[in-house]
């Protein structure tokens, strides 16, 4: 396993669509793999594999919520939202951003995980969130281009 580097905000990779995976070989079993590791790394919720450098669709999520588990989604497609709500959002290719945005209150999607077996998943709360913003990335789309105005909070780092 091996730390990816996280592309950031001003990286034109970020805006272009992942292509699907046609074959979940030892090359995606890795990414996976290192995907995890990077995304724990930095306390991330998500990561999506555009972010380290990749333009396949692949997504690793961990709400780190008690009893939860890691997520890989590999193609996911979103079949129904319900609702909507305002939520609190970063991202690790935006260290220092954090700002609301409207995500689906309840989300149903249908991927496969890192053995190629189909999954579904009814998801709430924050693993919807979750599931939203990293298939956002997918299709290229980040956080920061659908946040709601004037809910931008700009965090400088602190010195070590
Ligand atoms: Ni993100």
Request: charged share 35%; hydrophobic share 40%.
């Amino acid at each position: 396993m091996a730390l990816r580097i996280i592309r950031q905000e001003e990286d034109e990779i970020l805006r272009k669509k992942s292509r699907p995976v046609e074959k979940i070989d030892d090359k995606i079993k890795e990414l996976v793999k290192d995907m995890i590791e990077t995304m724990h790394k930095y306390d991330g919720v998500g990561l999506a594999a555009v972010q380290v450098g990749v333009l396949k669709q692949v997504v690793v999520i961990d709400t780190y919520e008690e009893g939860s588990q890691i997520y890989v989604l590999i193609n996911p497609e979103i079949i129904k939202t319900k609702g909507l709500r305002e939520v609190e959002e970063g991202c690790l290719s935006f260290p220092n951003k954090f700002a609301k945005v409207k995500r689906p209150e309840e989300v149903y999607i249908r991927a496969l995980n890192e053995e190629g077996k189909e999954i579904k998943i009814k998801a709430k709360g924050i693993l919807a969130q979750a599931i939203c913003h990293e298939i956002d990335h997918l299709n290229g789309e980040v956080f920061i281009d659908k946040i709601i105005p004037g809910t931008l909070e700009i965090i400088t780092p602190e010195k070590k």
